[in-house]
C-alpha cells in the first residue's frame, strides 16, 4: 500500500543528545515536509523540500536538521540546540509544493525528554 | 492576528445534532482550504478540500468558503459519538515566501455525546 512511514513511533532523548526521526514515503511524491505539534495545539512547520537535495526553512527551524538525499526519505534530526523538543512530530509529503494541493501525513513520531 | 483562527472549543453537541466548526484566515490570496480530523494521539486526517466560493458537500460533511470575508467551515450533520476528534482548519499560502506553504488554526475540540 502506498503511504507515509515514520519511525520509531516513540523516542526518548536524553540531555545533549540529538536524535533522527525517519520518514519514508511510496507515493513518488516531490515534496516533503515536517511538522511539529504541541499539546493544545495546531502543527507548525519546520522543514519543507521541494525536490532531492534541497529543502527549505519553515516557522520553527531553529535546532533541528534534514536531508534529502532520496526522494522517497526525508530525515529530521533533532539536535541538543533544540531545548524543548518534547512534542508529537508529523511528516507529510504531497506531490509538488503547489497552492492546491493538499498534503497527507504519517502516523508521527512522539518524542520525549528523559 | 492569528494567520488562521478557529473558534475555541471545546464544542459539545449530542448525538444527531448538526456541529458548526468555523475558521477565519488573514491571507487574502489563499485559494485553498482544507479540513482535517485528528483523534487523540493520531496523525491527521484530510477529510474536506475547497477551492471556491460556496458550499461544497461530501456526506455527511459540507464546507463553506466565503473569501471575501475570508471565513470558511465546516458543518457535520447527523453527529455521531465517532465524530469527536479535533478538527484542524489549514490554509496553502498562494503567493511570496508563504506559497504552498500549509498554515493551522489551534484546532477544535469536538465532542458528541449519546
Known amino acids: 500500500d502506498g503511504g507515509i512511514t515514520q519511525s520509531p513511533k516513540y523516542l526518548f532523548r536524553k540531555e545533549g543528545q540529538n536524535v533522527t526521526l525517519s520518514c519514508e514515503q511510496n507515493?513518488?511524491?516531490?515534496?516533503m515536509y515536517w511538522y511539529r505539534q504541541d499539546p493544545g495545539q495546531g502543527l507548525r512547520l519546520i522543514y519543507y523540500s521541494q525536490i532531492v537535495n534541497d529543502f527549505q526553512k519553515g516557522d520553527i527551524a531553529e535546532g533541528y536538521s534534514v536531508s534529502r538525499e532520496k526522494k522517497e526519505s526525508f530525515p529530521l534530526t533533532v539536535t541538543s540546540a533544540q531545548k524543548n523538543p518534547t512534542a508529537f512530530y508529523l511528516c507529510?509529503?504531497?506531490?509538488?509544493?503547489?497552492?492546491?494541493?493538499?498534503?497527507?501525513f504519517g502516523d508521527g513520531t512522539r518524542l520525549s525528554i528523559l | 492576528q492569528k494567520e488562521v483562527e478557529q473558534n475555541s472549543g471545546p464544542l459539545s453537541v449530542p448525538e444527531g445534532a448538526i456541529a458548526s466548526l468555523n475558521c477565519t484566515y488573514s491571507d487574502r490570496v489563499s485559494q485553498s482550504f482544507f479540513w482535517y480530523r485528528q483523534y487523540s494521539g493520531k496523525s491527521p486526517e484530510l477529510i474536506m478540500s475547497?477551492?471556491?466560493?460556496g458550499d461544497k458537500e461530501d456526506g455527511r460533511f459540507t464546507a463553506q468558503l466565503n473569501k471575501a470575508s475570508q471565513y470558511v467551515s465546516l458543518l457535520i450533520r447527523d453527529s455521531q459519538p465517532s465524530d469527536s476528534a479535533t478538527y484542524l482548519c489549514?490554509?496553502?499560502?498562494?503567493?511570496?515566501?508563504?506559497?504552498?506553504?500549509?498554515?493551522f488554526g489551534q484546532g477544535t475540540i469536538l465532542t458528541v455525546h449519546p
Open positions: 475547497i477551492y471556491s466560493n
Open positions: 489549514a490554509v496553502i499560502g498562494a503567493g511570496g515566501t508563504s506559497y504552498g506553504k500549509l498554515t
Open positions: 507529510a509529503s504531497s506531490s509538488v509544493v503547489g497552492d492546491r494541493l493538499p498534503q497527507h
Open positions: 507515493l513518488n511524491h516531490d515534496a
